[in-house]
């Protein structure tokens, strides 16, 4: 390889790499998510599904969230949610997905003394959903479906009783990876 060749090559490379950064650091300008949501490559979740019903009443906003496939490794996955306190009565979840994979999020009671993130998990990889009170799992839509894909919405109004929730992914493995998160209704 002759010396201009080689510093062709050189130069080339610099430019990929500069070519690399700045798409990094586009994505994360555009992904609008403190947190671990900044490593997620959608851009303004906010314009693609917005709830087609206009919520009222009160609201917490939730955003599921996960490293990507990037990172190899399946257990930093997680929920976000705000506020994380709320009155009694009808509440609307609207559930964000920041992550690369599909997400859901179903709500589960709390009993006196148990904490989120400790429910047996199963030889599937899920947690017992028995006592559930409602979830959020249709794609672009209301209710339950087949997944809230990456960066896209689903939104839910379920109507809670004080006490203590947790806010789970029940998809194999989500849980395990961190995704629950503890809501108190008062
Ligand atoms: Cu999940």
Redesign the pocket.
């Known amino acids: 390889m002759n010396k201009s060749l080689a510093r062709g090559i050189g130069i080339g490379l610099v430019a990929a790499l500069a070519g690399l950064l700045l798409v990094g650091f586009t994505s994360v300008r555009h992904s609008g998510m403190g947190m671990m949501g900044q490593q997620s490559r959608h851009y303004s979740v906010t314009d693609v599904c917005a709830p087609t019903t206009k919520l009222t009443g009160q609201t917490i906003n939730v955003s599921?969230f996960d490293m990507g496939m990037m990172m190899g490794n399946a257990t930093r996955?997680g929920i976000a949610a705000s506020p994380e306190n709320i009155s009694s009565g009808k509440v609307n979840i609207v559930v964000t997905n920041m992550g690369m994979?599909t997400?859901?999020l179903v709500v589960l009671p709390l009993a006196v003394g148990q904490s989120a993130g400790n429910r047996v998990v199963g030889a599937d990889g899920k947690i017992d959903e028995s006592g559930s009170l409602g979830e959020v799992s249709n794609n672009c839509g209301s209710g339950s479906g087949e997944g809230i894909l990456s960066g896209s919405r689903g939104w839910s109004t379920l109507t809670l009783t004080p006490g203590r929730y947790e806010i789970v992914?029940n998809?194999p493995n989500?849980y395990l990876a961190g995704?629950f998160k503890e809501i108190t209704v008062s």
């Open positions: 599921a996955m994979r997400h859901e992914c998809l989500h995704m």
